[in-house]
């Protein structure tokens, strides 16, 4: 059973940043692909980023040159740096462990607004 806990979110001003944080436990966490998506409010979820277990990442054009994905195998964590945050970004966050199953977290909301 994989259980997966992001944390980091939070409200902040356009043109800010957050770091949102995914920790994971009861997996061989390296050899998954793991990615983030979002859902604003009555909208449909969405694929952020995802990173593979060699490291190599994708982008959607939304965020690409101002988010940044990286983890951590030996903590196995997923964390996404988020930059030049703008309204439009603001969501519930979820991480996603793509193994045979697929396990999601619970989400953390992210507010950018003056």
């Known amino acids: 059973q994989v259980q997966l806990v992001e944390s980091g979110g939070g409200l902040v001003q356009p043109g800010g940043s957050l770091r949102l944080s995914c920790a994971a436990s009861?997996?061989?966490?390296?050899?998954?692909?793991v990615a983030w998506y979002r859902q604003a409010p009555g909208q449909q979820r969405e694929w952020v980023a995802r990173i593979v277990s060699g490291g190599g990442t994708n982008y959607a054009d939304s965020v690409k040159g101002r988010f940044t994905i990286s983890r951590d195998n030996a903590k196995k964590t997923v964390s996404l740096q988020m930059n030049s945050l703008k309204p439009e970004d603001t969501a519930v966050y979820y991480c996603?462990?793509?193994?045979?199953?697929?396990?999601w977290g619970q989400g953390t909301q992210v507010t950018v607004s003056s």
């Open positions: 009861g997996s061989i966490f390296s050899i998954y692909t």
């Open positions: 996603y462990l793509a193994d045979a199953i697929g396990y």
